[in-house]
């Protein structure tokens, strides 16, 4: 009977490794469908596309610093008097007044221009800032992807354990009925299925919580996963990845959009301590119909104020020389970034490697183990232990499979690659320039570019 009792052990075991062998369903869903669900349902982009479309509006209200402001007001106006002489004659005056006014800066020495600058520049950042959370965001979503598919292949590895383990037991409890092994063989067996069994608990609660990660990620739980497609296309050599990061990561970039920013901001400051040239026109009209019109040139300048010009010149430099050295800073960041994800592939690569042999040896050991245990050589505590080494190298693998799988797409961040685009997901994506193109004139609402703003914010659902 006991012989019965391995065969099944055996078949088990072996039917397990075929199910988790076999090729994934057509149906089921693909990293590039997660990809594309988390960029479709992402609050986090959602949030910096506004921040963008408010920058955006930044460049509009310098332009519109560089026009004139006209302005109307109209003034009623009741007034009363009592005459403080012996014929006590009291009398009331009504006056109604409509104004018409335009002021517009005709020389600020470049104040406005320079202004107009800096907020194209800080677009320029805040672009780089959005295409930085889509990488976060991505990323998160392959993490989540890999966790869920390493978490369910480790419950299968520990389902599969539970039932050897179970038919170990009932082949133990077997034997001890025709006296072959002992009460402790038995109890080895009934500890190491209890083992097993919590593992398997920890197993499911991990996949529980790689579940819940994957739906904030990508807006949905998972269903069947498929596998990881091949790996994305990668630099020949560390030095050419590092190159790339540097040229193309969107955190540096927008740091350099920054120091631009800034050096903007030293010109601007020497600016405010030039004059200023403004122009006014007027009309009034009373209601008695007189009217009368005034124009009016003025300039002024600011001579003294308590240092406070000269300070603001001097921090605005200060800034800016904090930012070139924060963009250097950032090289270094991203350099190192990629080197570590580079070693991350490396040895995730070597680890698969070595997990792979120790598979093939724990395999061959357990089946041997397990024939010396039939022959009454080996222990019920020998088979359990080479069991358990066998399971222990299957589960590093999946460790470490996941970890590769992931690294890939790490190193892809660390270049600043990981974008929809990049990554040829065929959908399409938000058009960071299409708001701006829109509102960078500053538009009104009936002119042609408001009309033409109107049909920008209906296409993005805004309206």
Known sequence: MFRNRFKTVILSGIGAAMLMAAPV?????????????????????????????AADEDVAQAVAALRPVLQWSANYTVSHTNSLNSTGVSFTSRAATTTLGATMTLLGFGRERIAVEMKKESVLATREALRSVEQAVLLSAIQAYSDVKSASEQVAINQNSVRVLNEELKASNDRFEVGEVTKTDVALAQAQLASARASLASAQGSLRTARESFKAATGHYPSKLAAFPRQPTLPKSLDAARAIALRSHPSIKQLQHTVAVLDLGISLARAQRMPEVTGTLGYDLDEGGDHGATAMIGMSQTLYAGGGLVAGQRQAIANAEAAKAQLSQAGVTVSQNVSNAWAAID????????FDEQIKAARTAYQGVREEALLGARTTLDVLSSEQDLLDAQAGRINASATLQVSYYQLLSAMGLLTVNNLKLGIPTYDPAAYYNAVRNAPIT???QGKKLDRVLKAMGKN
């Open 25 to 53: 369903a057509a149906s089921a869903e693909t990293l590039a469908d997660a990809l594309i669900s988390a960029y479709r349902n992402s609050n986090l982009l959602e949030q910096n596309r506004a921040t963008l479309r």
């Open 347 to 354: 040895i995730a690569r070597a680890q698969i490697s070595a």
């Open 446 to 448: 009936l002119s042609p």
